[in-house]
């Protein structure tokens, strides 16, 4: 191929010719690598002289050293994680490090002769072809900008459409029907779908939401239950309407701006999690596959990296430590640990701080492995589909876009789904739920045994007999309410409402546990203490009891309080998120001078 650069280091005659016959660009790989076997050394210094003997005029050298870490001296790290990894590898070396020109020539010139013209003109060749090599390498791999999927109207759509947005307003309208009893105020959400759909359009994500209903709709015609919907999708009134979540954002006090923030639409795209029955996921991306076609879709590769525990086990075990003394030490610490807390572990922990001691040779290699990959496999939910062109109309496949690799028998991303995100594709996580096997299990059985069709999503919300059950601490087999301590906390909370139920799961976390926001919750809730509103926050936090539970009321107490366009409310969401303290300093002097213009004392703007 006249697109491909070959490079070998095997000079057989036949090979040689087989090898120019297929590849127009060929080049012999003149390696300055030091083996710490004799016998692969001798073997490759052979090598070196026969091509300086015999092949000089057959085929072209070039300096391309094979480098596996940065610096020298990390080459121990090399051989550590490949044993960790499993990996079969017999011809080590010590100085696979990334060499700069002056180090090729050093090491080269040993094996020639003080006279021997052929190396000047091997290292002149090799670094002229290698820039050459590096000229021709054109691959870019463009950042700040989406590479989304566009939807490709049926032919049935086609025939009633002319633009994918003319469908996509389609949609918008049969959702609006689909709910129309519903609604209190039609004005109210006609508003807002023309916000969100002035966003999406900005954005480029028409095609996108077009994409992820296909999914859905093919779902619904094949009778595969979808999940509600979660995390800051159901903020979006177009999803809602587009049957992609089940939660309308209007009547439940939810925010577009949560789930997609004008003021970063270049950066960041919308993210729409959806769950199905575990069971049918593979039917789900056989239908992804048929129609954008296999080689615009392909599952998403993960890594298995060496957390701190493992790390130790790993050396450890490596270095001859008894398995029954790694397992002791190592169950002292938390599966989490950084480097750091290792050792500030170890201070209050005498066995620890004498073990860490007698073991520092290796003890000190910790930071270097720790994050390592270890194994790769295929994401379980996570699917890629890829444009048919870049924005430069260049026909382009998932080959094309980004790194492939085969595991298992399976064509996988050598990307995770972060760097998915980074590089703006569009990255669609199916998510099998067990809970929604078994809600599909029991409705075929109410079909089968008593000829009876439930519609799942229109089951009435405020049935006493449900709330009573979750009142005695009988939910172990509800989805998030399973665990021991939940099904305690609903005995105490009393839950006689869905708002309830919603704010059992925000209030039991570790962050609002640890200043006890759950059993303040559950006592004014229970008429055991009494709700104290802010200033202007009543309408905001009245259906928590004037606790402040979710981040959506963060971003309105900052828009009503703080005078916050929404976009900047989530930016302090944001912000408050990854407890970013700094940042937040910047907005403090705009919230409480805007409060303060709304009868709040400056001390009270700042408490709040």
């Given amino acids: 191929s006249s697109n491909l650069v070959c490079v070998t280091a095997h000079l057989d005659p036949k090979h040689i010719k087989l090898m120019k016959s297929a590849f127009e660009h060929l080049y012999f790989q003149f390696d300055t690598v030091e083996y710490l076997s004799d016998e692969k050394d001798k073997a490759h210094l052979l090598n070196l002289k026969n091509y300086a003997d015999n092949f000089m005029d057959v085929i072209e050298p070039v300096i391309i050293c094979d480098s596996y870490y940065l610096d020298a001296e990390d080459h121990s790290i090399r051989h550590i994680l490949n044993k960790a990894g499993k990996a079969i590898f017999n011809n080590q070396s010590a100085d696979q490090h990334f060499k700069s020109t002056d180090d090729i020539f050093c090491q080269a010139i040993p094996l020639f002769k003080e006279s021997d013209e052929r190396l000047e003109e091997i290292i002149e060749k090799g670094l002229a072809n290698l820039q050459t090599i590096k000229n021709e390498c054109d691959f870019t791999i463009e950042t700040g900008t989406f590479h989304l999927p566009q939807y490709e109207l049926s032919e049935e759509e086609q025939k009633d459409f002319e633009t994918n947005e003319d469908f996509f307003w389609s949609l918008v309208e049969k959702g609006m029907n689909r709910i129309d009893d519903k609604i209190v105020d039609h004005d109210v959400y006609w508003e807002r779908i023309d916000k969100e759909v002035s966003v999406l359009k900005k954005g480029g994500f028409l095609d996108y939401f077009l994409v992820l209903w296909d999914i859905v709709a093919w779902c619904d015609s094949q009778g595969i239950m979808s999940g509600v919907g979660r995390g800051s999708a159901a903020g979006s009134l177009i999803a809602y309407l587009l049957g992609l979540v089940k939660v309308d954002p209007i009547e439940y006090g939810l925010i577009f701006e949560r789930f997609l923030n004008e003021s970063r639409l270049e950066s960041s795209a919308p993210d729409i999690d959806m ?173 089968k045994d008593c000829d009876k069709i439930i519609d799942f999503d229109e089951i009435p919300l405020d049935q006493e007999s449900v709330y009573e059950l979750f009142r005695q601490g009988l939910n172990e087999d509800v989805f998030q309410f399973g665990a021991q301590g939940l099904k305690g906390y609903c005995q105490l909370l009393k839950p006689d409402n869905i708002e309830d139920l919603i704010a059992t799961v925000a209030l039991y976390r570790p962050g609002p546990m640890e200043i006890g926001a759950h059993k303040k919750y559950a006592a004014i809730k229970n008429g055991e203490d009494f709700p104290v509103y802010h200033l202007g926050t009543k309408e905001i936090t009245e259906s928590t009891y004037s606790n402040i539970v979710y981040q959506e009321q963060v971003m309105k107490i900052c828009e009503v309080v703080g005078g916050f366009s929404l976009a900047e409310a989530d930016d302090v969401r944001r912000a408050m998120g990854k407890k970013n303290i700094e940042y937040l300093k910047n907005y403090q002097d705009q919230f409480v001078t805007h409060a303060m213009s709304i009868g709040y004392t400056k001390i009270d703007g700042i408490k709040l």
């Fill in 275 to 447: 769950d199905f029955p575990g069971n049918r996921r593979d039917e789900i991306k056989r239908y992804i596959e048929q129609r954008y076609k296999p080689e615009y879709v392909t599952s998403i590769g993960t890594y298995g990296t060496l957390k701190m525990r493992a790390v130790i086990k790993e050396l450890g075990r490596q270095k001859g430590v008894p398995p029954q003394q790694l397992n002791y030490f190592t169950a002292m610490i938390d599966a989490e640990s950084s480097f750091t807390d290792l050792f500030r572990q170890a201070m209050t922990t005498p066995r620890l701080k004498t073990f860490i001691q007698e073991n520092l040779d290796w003890i000190n290699l910790i930071p270097t492995c720790f994050g390592s990959p270890k194994t790769q496999s295929i994401h379980a939910a996570g699917v890629v589909i890829a444009p048919k062109t870049d924005q430069h109309g260049r026909e382009r496949n998932m080959y094309t876009w980004m790194p492939i690799k085969k595991v298992d028998g399976v064509l996988i991303t050598e990307w995770e789904g972060y760097y998915i995100d980074a590089a703006g594709f569009l990255k669609a996580d199916i998510l099998g739920i067990k809970q929604l096997e078994k809600f599909q299990n029991i409705l075929d059985l109410i079909k």
